[in-house]
């Protein structure tokens, strides 16, 4: 069964750093596009960083310059890096991973349990 395990989560005051980190199992990892997400109460589930299996990056404009996705095929194992952290980062992350198959234009998603972030002082 496909397992997508995050960690890392908890409270930070605003200016510090959090290291999420992800680990999947029972899917062929390296062909995969590994996605971060964050929810709050009342707000729809937001992208905050994609990183493909060519290892192409993407950030939402509120996270850019302040996290960094990274992957590491070899541990199946993606990782965000969240530094200058403020409070309006508080959210449950998750940890996404998806492939397309574009003949049949199908998309398979699996999602992580999710980890608590708190960012206050």
């Known amino acids: 069964q496909v397992q997508l395990v995050e960690s890392g989560g908890g409270l930070v005051q605003p200016g510090g750093s959090l290291r999420l980190s992800c680990a999947a199992s029972?899917?062929?990892?390296?062909?995969?596009?590994m996605d971060w997400y964050r929810q709050t109460p009342g707000k729809e589930r937001e992208l905050v960083a994609s990183?493909?299996?060519?290892?192409?990056?993407n950030y939402a404009n509120s996270v850019k310059g302040r996290f960094t996705i990274s992957r590491d095929n070899a541990k199946n194992t993606v990782y965000l890096q969240m530094n200058s952290l403020k409070p309006e980062d508080t959210a449950v992350y998750y940890c996404?991973?998806?492939?397309?198959?574009?003949?049949?234009?199908?998309?398979?998603?699996?999602w992580g349990q999710g980890t608590r972030v708190t960012v206050s002082s």
């Open positions: 996404n991973a998806n492939v397309m198959d574009d003949a049949f234009r199908q998309r398979t998603d699996h």
């Open positions: 029972r899917i062929p990892f390296s062909i995969y596009n």
């Open positions: 990183i493909t299996r060519g290892y192409s990056t």
